[in-house]
């Protein structure tokens, strides 16, 4: 490994980094759900990262499973995503605010 | 050479994210986020995992990215977040936080051991992780199937299902005679 883990790890921090900064300050669901997207490639990075560090497979086999419910949940919230747009004619989280008190 | 392979796709993978976080228009956003996707391929096969840079690329560039460019298609959304934030002042808190939670996290990092062990041969191939998954990971494995399942069945019902016209949608102006 001539590039040092922690540079890896630093890249998976900004990615997360980012992502997070995405989901707090964007408005439209879908731009919301590629943050998410970018924070799970952020720590599957990080995963992997760790499984080359530690010669161990484990991690590798954490990034399956994060892949499997990672499509599962785009999905079924992309799903949900159109229904609301049939129905109010908007993909703004601000603006579906059936449930506020 | 593998330094400068991780500095192209680290420097690719992270002008990806901003373009995610800052793009206009959403097809900008999902195609920032393929550019992403596709640098964290390569940076997996730099990192021994060749069988996950293959599935990152089926999968997440293949299928997630294209369900999100269909989706923007179906929603022919209009042009995004013109009107001002309800939420005054979200840029100008996030960024700072941001910067903390990225200090942070660096900080965390740096605190980890340096090296690495040696890497028995095969590490990261197909054979290799489909041994371990059909052995001590068997039930995940199952039970991810049944998840996937359940996935297909909500996208079929909620695809199928009329749109409820029960909730008005609300008017353009509302916000401003309020």
Not at chain 1, 23 to 49: K, W
Request: net charge negative; glycine share 8%.
């Amino acid at each position: 490994m001539t590039v040092p883990a922690a540079a890896y790890l630093l890249l998976s921090a900004a990615l997360f980094t980012l992502g997070t900064v995405g989901v707090l300050v964007r408005r439209t669901a879908l731009i919301l759900f590629m943050s998410i997207e970018l924070m799970l490639n952020a720590v599957n990075l990080a995963f992997v990262t760790l499984a080359r560090v530690h010669a161990n497979l484990d991690g590798q086999l954490a990034v399956f499973f994060v892949l499997v419910v990672a499509a599962v949940e785009v999905v079924v919230g992309l799903s949900i995503l159109v229904h609301i747009f049939r129905s109010r004619d908007t993909v703004d989280v601000d603006e579906v605010d059936l449930l506020r008190g | 050479m593998e330094v400068l392979l991780f500095a192209v796709s680290a420097a690719l993978s992270v002008a990806g994210g901003v373009g995610v976080v800052a793009a206009r228009q959403p097809v900008h956003s999902a195609l920032s986020l393929l550019l992403v996707l596709g640098s964290l391929a390569v940076l997996y096969l730099t990192l021994a995992a060749e069988f996950l840079a293959v599935l990152q690329v089926i999968v997440y560039a293949g299928a997630i990215v294209v369900l999100f460019l269909f989706v923007i298609m179906l929603l022919h959304a209009r042009t995004p977040e013109s009107r001002p934030s309800p939420l005054g002042g979200q840029w100008s808190l996030a960024v700072p936080l941001g910067a903390a939670l990225w200090a942070g996290l660096s900080y965390a990092v740096l605190q980890l051991p340096a090296g690495s062990r040696e890497l028995p041969p095969e590490f990261g191939s197909t054979e290799a992780v489909g041994r371990e998954l059909f052995s001590r990971f068997l039930l995940p494995f199952e039970v991810a199937s049944l998840l996937l399942l359940v996935g297909i069945v909500a996208a079929v019902v909620l695809g199928s299902s009329p749109a409820p016209s029960s909730v008005p949608p609300r008017s353009a102006s509302g916000r401003e005679e309020a």
